[in-house]
């Protein structure tokens, strides 16, 4: 949702996407967005742990253990926040 | 030596004196390693013999001792008193289900839809004994093994919140056990099943809450079962989309499986 | 007991449920037929949409919601200048089309139960189904027009 307004506003131009930046910082904006971070944080966890149940990873006779998927998913997971985080901030400056 | 006791409050329902559940309080004797059960054959056997209960092998195999102990769904042979810490403990027929007295509980909604999803080896064609068995691998019995540990005690339809507001789901004994069988090497019926499984009140009734599987006694999962079945089928309707060919190998009679 | 089958093997639907009390209507044997796909659909929805959100979801929300508010992006990094020029790349379009729309069927599909289950309204299946899915495909609009007008 959150991107949903900014993409909105970047379409408005540049006063309407700077606007929406300086709404992101007030700080009941980002008390709120500490609350979403650690629900979706939450839901990530939660989320891995499950699929850890359902994901039958067959490797010939053996079967992947469900930590060890777990920890792959998880490490997936960091590996592509940090490619994302790479592409928004660093990338083409 | 004074004897030490617990006390047991124990639902009854009983039609011909009343239509109303009620409870009644007992004092057991309790020795080391007792379990529920064994305190109520104490009840039935010493202090009230109208007391009404199912059970047999009370040793975890055969699923009839199936009660809420405390609210929990239990089996009552596997239960230790040493467990509890406070008094009374309280011991009422399986939730979800009707009551037919006492704490038996009328099993038939589960018994149909078991029988719907067919839980047995279908063949296309039948072979002939003079042919010999299926052969199976050590590899493809291990495929639904862990699925074929079910006893029926139903303890995971008392534990499922979908079952007990919803009570046409089929639930997750009965799609375990269908997976069972689709997963078996010498099956050939998982079309038929699909039919029954792939209903509103069939797998997509289910929500992934996941108590089943841990009141589960055998350490089943039928929660991972319902979830495998969930993906297995939506890939097989995509896939059919692209590629409307039966994939999977089929062995017969005599033959070592591809 | 039935005798084992010989020549055509596996039993119908209906033998099957001769034996059964349980009440099977015509017309709820017709939905079988027609119902199943759509669930799984919403399913498989809610499947990828759970993926899409457990992975990307909790990055972009530490982005926006968290880092640029306390100074820790480096000056300019979400400039007007810079944003629009990343996102008018397709790949970037493509890629947050995806981020914001699957989510949403995820959500809706989650919520409807929640309405059904913790909620515990039961009646109505066909108006809740309408209203959550139909608000994802309503989230799906906008979110393409707008790509389209960046």
């Not at chain 2, 540990?149 to 919140?161: H, Q």
Request: negative net charge; proline residues 5%; aromatic residues 10%.
């Amino acid at each position: 949702m959150l991107l949903l307004l900014l993409l909105f506003a970047l379409s408005q131009g540049r006063p309407a996407y700077e606007a929406f930046l300086r709404w992101l910082q007030l700080p009941a904006i980002v008390a709120v967005s500490g609350v979403i971070l650690m629900a979706t944080v939450y839901h990530t966890a939660t989320w891995f742990r499950l699929t850890s149940h359902i994901l039958v990873v067959r490797l010939g006779r053996r079967v992947v253990p469900r930590g060890v998927v777990t920890f792959g998913l998880v490490t997936l997971w960091l590996a592509l926040s940090a490619a994302v985080a790479y592409f928004t901030i660093w990338f083409a400056r | 030596m004074a004897e030490e006791t617990m006390t047991l409050r124990v639902a009854r329902y009983r039609p011909e004196h009343g239509p109303d559940q009620y409870f009644d309080e007992f004092e057991v004797p309790v020795r080391e390693d007792m379990v529920v059960l064994d305190a109520l054959n104490h009840i039935k056997d010493d202090l009230d013999g109208s007391l009404t209960y199912r059970w047999s092998c009370r040793m975890g195999v055969c699923g009839s001792c199936g009660m809420m102990v405390n609210g929990v769904p239990r089996l009552t042979c596997s239960t230790f008193l040493r467990e509890f810490d406070s008094e009374p403990i309280v011991v009422e027929p399986l939730e979800n289900f009707p009551v037919i007295r006492d704490l038996v509980i009328d099993m038939s909604d589960f018994l149909e839809k078991l029988k719907e999803v067919k839980p047995w080896v279908i063949r296309e064609k039948e072979g002939l004994v003079e042919e010999g068995e299926y052969l199976q691998t050590p590899e493809e019995v291990d495929t639904y093994k862990q699925f074929s540990m079910c006893i029926n005690c139903m303890l995971c339809y008392s534990a499922c919140p979908v079952y007990g507001q919803d009570p046409e789901f089929l639930g997750p004994a009965v799609i375990a056990l269908a997976r069972r069988y689709d997963l078996d090497s010498r099956d050939q019926g998982r079309s038929q099943r699909d039919e029954v499984l792939g209903v509103d009140w069939g797998i997509w009734d289910c929500t992934f809450v996941g108590e089943c599987s841990v009141v589960c006694p055998k350490d089943v999962d039928p929660a991972a079962a319902i979830q495998r079945t969930k993906v297995s089928t939506t890939t097989r309707e995509m896939l059919s989309l692209v590629w409307p060919f039966e994939t999977r190998p089929r062995s017969t009679p005599g033959e070592a499986p591809r | 007991m039935r005798e084992r089958p010989t020549e055509t093997g596996g039993l119908s639907l209906d033998e099957v449920l001769v034996d059964s009390e349980r009440e099977i209507t015509e017309e709820k044997r017709d939905l079988y037929l027609i119902l199943p796909s759509r669930e799984l659909v919403f399913w498989a929805l809610f499947s990828a949409g759970g993926m899409v959100a457990a992975f990307l979801i909790p990055i972009n929300v530490a982005i926006l919601g968290i880092a640029l508010a306390v100074g820790w992006l480096p000056e300019d990094a979400l400039s007007f200048e810079r944003v629009l020029e990343l996102v008018r790349h397709p790949l970037a379009k493509v890629y947050l089309g995806i981020l914001v729309v699957m989510p949403l069927y995820h959500w809706a599909h989650r919520f409807r139960f929640a309405v059904h289950h913790q909620v515990g309204i039961h009646g109505w299946k066909r108006l809740v189904a309408t209203l959550c899915y139909g608000t994802a495909v309503v989230g799906t609009a906008l979110t393409v027009w707008v790509l389209l007008r960046i």
